[in-house]
């Protein structure tokens, strides 16, 4: 065997076998008739979603490019107005690589999109209305953090509630008395992704009818949760260190079912 | 004969996606009114009601305030348009990568269209049915007093609709921004209306001038 050879497989080794290298994951991005279509959006997604995602956009000659971390796994999707897009998984471990996306046209014209934008906060007569997804950013695991990331709402250290200086004194889920309406047992057990809406209403009154004369001092948190939230189950397991079969203090688990709450007393 | 045929066809389909117009409005103007002066109170009111639209056809685009001459002269939509949202127009070339800005007074500034470093997060969030990435562009400007300072634009951009136009002077994400935080402004994409037929673009004609000769003019002024 030549040298040189011999010297262009050893380099080879070193290259392939070497672990977390940074892999050039390139290609060509075309539709059927392999025409190169140009500013086509090629994103690289990491698939736990813990580090940013990358793009590339195609050049003229419909030419992406990527330097990739190969002890992650990633997603990479293709995407171009009038046609179907696509996704290529490139599982850890992957080497460099050549991936080329021949894509269709979906066959049907786009007209015309309107993009409903929901309101981060309404206000309306004694009720202010917060729409959670406008301020989570889904890393929130307990309602609290919710509350804290809302304008004017601040949460104390013993689970009170206070809007604009003024503390919430009954707390309600779906419109009914969660536990006996105090707050400290809802704010720190409901789980953040169960919220959709979270209303402040002021001077609340328990009967509707009433409202209209009562001067009532009480300010209630009504949470409205998402449709497929409407009961859950919530409190906290934990395992010790060690992990040898104990689990260790469940100060708290319940299941919430709204209909199967007490329904206010007459 | 039929490839022929197809021939002939085939650019029309090629070209019938490719432009369209998208409106963009002002949801959220973010100022401390804090003198409660009178001509910002209603300067704020006047930016909240302002539209924008971002027109595109084959590579290229203009973006543009949705007024009309009459209101050019009132005083607090020039000073909402200054201050807040975007006194200016923007046409962008992808092709010959060239943007050209024309300014409240009449110059065509005209600058390379580069992508921005735009340094994207894993947050996401749904604006209606799309998913939507976090994006941010930190730049630093220089004010009138020689002094610099850094301001940090946020974008959420759309992967699903892959238009590669951008609002303003941006460019580079892929996918359509359909909210932009830039200074006070909060834009939101409403809606996007695709063209069969190629819009026309006119693309300014007359003497430009460079962003940085036209910086150093704006500041011996």
Redesign the interface.
Known sequence: MPSCVRFFLFVMLFTTSSGSLAQTVAGKVMDK?AKPLD?????AIETT?????????TS?DGKYTFELDNTKSYEI?V????FI?QTHLLEAGFQSMSHNFVLE?SGE?????????AKPVDVRKDTITFNV?SFA??TELKMKEILEKLPGVEVGKNGTVTVNGKTVTQLLVEGNLFFGGGSKLAVENIPADALDKIEIIDHFSQDGFMKQVSDSEELALNVKLKEDKKDFVFGDVRTNEKNDGFVVGCPFQAVLDPECQSPPLF | MRTLLLLVVFPVICAAQNSGKITYSISDIDFDNKSKNADIETSVASAKSQTFTLEFSDNLSHFFYNGGMDSADDFPTKLARASFTSASDYYQDKTKKLQIETTSDGTLVQKNLEPLKWQLTSDTKKIDKYQCYKATYTYTFTTRAQKTGTRTVVAWFAPELPFPYDPKAYSGLPGLILELKDGAATYLATKIAISEKALPIDWPRGKTINEQDYLEKINKQ
Do not use: C, K, W
Request: hydrophobic share 45%; charged share 10%; proline share 6%.
């Open positions: 008739q500013f086509a959006n090629v994103m979603g813990s580090t940013p995602p990358m793009f590339s956009t003229a999707r995407s171009y107005i009038g897009g046209s014209l786009l007209d015309e999109i309107v993009i409903a934008h997804a950013n889904g």
